[in-house]
């Protein structure tokens, strides 16, 4: 199963096979045809002129080249919507467009004529010939063209054994812009989604998610309440009043703990302490109400040591109610974000690339004047069908933009439901992962693991 993940070219030798078999049917009702009806000429004398009938080799010419028409076009329908004929079936090859796909009518058909141009020379020679009634020469003039013929079909279906991209196409193949593989040796690229294919016949080696931990079981613990409701030991009736000489009023929303304790001096003789003389009034101020559980439990008598504070700490010093994480809920079932998706490119040649913010593609990649580029990736292209400079590409989350730089063969998008949009010049598409982009002759599949 291993071997059938990746598209195989066709040999030389099966292209000829499959070409012969399909073509032999029409060529040999041609020949047949033609041969009876020239032979079937007749010729008389009249008033001292020769009279030539013709009719034989027009019916039988005319009904052969019907029978190879019909044959012709049937046979390139069924190629281009499937790309499989009986020779191909026979031969196990399938002839495909540049991406993989069903090649189409009009490719099939622009193959054929350069294939068998020399076989369309020789009828339309026989035509001349029966309209000028030159029936002598005529053998000797529409055989050799025939045969010539069939040898340029021959060497077009085998010129593919000359190309320098890897035997990957012949002459007629690099004119209708089409491929043929071997889906015996390989996969099928036709009916699995062309020449990238879904990921379960070209998987990515790509890097596992990152695991992110959670905020809240790091979070530093709450800071010790110094004073509670119980020590507080507090007389009030909830009024509010100014606080006490000495107690500063605090916003615990803004208060930090100073570095060092605050000095104070011992009072004089005769004066009582400020903290042995709390008014019957006092109380925390509005903004650090506790919570209900926690309000001040009321006595008849203050008690000024349970006021005695930590050295280090002032006098009041009460903990925010949002300092306990335990008790915080989360609003709406909300969840931590997940992490960012990791967008690569898988060029028609195998190879994969992890994008980076910026990226620009082509023979030779540069950046315009002050353009800041994270990634340049230059693409070999014997063929010269892609530009110097030829995509822009710039990631976002879940996609990337492609912008074709002015290139001179353009760019397309082909969208995982097949749809193939051609890109303008200088105008960024959105493209989502799943998706094919063609640019020259060359394609990426975008992925995201």
């Known amino acids: 199963m291993a071997a059938r993940l990746e598209v195989v070219p066709a040999a030389a030798g099966k292209r000829l096979g499959g070409a012969v078999l399909d073509w032999l049917p029409a060529f040999a009702v041609l020949a047949v045809s033609f041969t009876i009806g020239f032979a079937g000429v007749t010729r008389t004398l009249s008033g001292g002129f020769i009279i030539y009938d013709t009719s034989t080799v027009v019916l039988l010419g005319g009904i052969g080249s019907a029978l190879a028409l019909v044959y012709a076009l049937v046979l390139m329908a069924i190629e281009g919507r499937t ?5 191909n079936q026979i031969m196990g090859i399938r002839s495909a467009d540049k991406d993989g796909y069903a090649p189409g009518t009009g490719p099939v058909f622009l193959r054929g004529v350069i294939t068998g141009a020399g076989i369309i020379l020789g009828i339309l020679a026989a035509i001349v010939l029966v309209a000028l009634k030159a029936f002598d020469i005529a053998l000797w003039i529409v055989a050799p063209l025939f045969l010539l013929g069939s040898a340029w079909a021959v060497i077009v279906v085998v010129s593919n054994t000359w190309d320098k991209n890897g035997n990957l196409r012949g002459w007629h193949d690099a004119a209708a812009k089409t491929l043929v593989f071997d889906i015996k040796a390989g996969r099928n690229p036709v009916t699995t989604g062309g020449i990238q294919g879904p990921y379960s016949f070209a998987p990515l080696d790509l890097p596992p998610v990152q695991q992110v931990p959670s905020p809240v079981a790091g979070a530093a613990p709450a800071a010790p309440q110094v004073i509670n409701a119980q020590q507080l030991n507090l007389q009030g009736n909830q009024a509010s009043e100014a606080p006490a000489p000495g107690v500063a009023a605090l916003d615990p929303n803004k208060w930090q703990a100073p570095a060092t304790p605050q000095p104070w001096s011992a009072p004089a003789a005769g004066q009582a302490s400020p903290l042995a003389q709390l008014p019957a009034q006092a109380q925390l101020p509005a903004q650090a109400q506790l919570p209900a559980q926690a309000q001040p439990a009321q006595v008849n008598q203050p008690a000024a040591p349970a006021l005695q504070a930590p050295a280090s700490q002032p006098y009041f010093a009460v903990a925010h109610p949002d300092d306990d994480h335990e008790r915080t809920q989360l609003k709406g079932g909300a969840q931590l974000p997940a992490p960012l998706a990791v967008l690569r490119i898988r060029l028609d040649d195998g190879r994969d690339f992890e994008l980076d913010r910026t990226v620009l593609i082509g023979r030779n990649p540069a950046a315009h004047s002050g ?20 995509l822009h590409l710039l990631s976002d989350r879940d996609g990337i933009w492609v912008t074709d730089r002015n290139s001179t063969n353009g760019s397309a998008v082909t969208t995982p439901d097949g749809v193939r949009t051609p890109l303008q010049a ?8 799943g998706s094919t982009v063609h640019f020259g002759d060359r394609t990426f599949h975008l992925g995201q693991a």
């Open 83 to 87: 790309g499989n004929t009986l020779g």
């Open 426 to 433: 200088g105008q960024p598409a959105y493209v989502s992962p």
């Open 371 to 390: 353009e800041q580029v994270a990634q340049i990736l230059a693409i070999q292209d014997p063929g010269r069908s892609i530009s110097k400079t030829h």
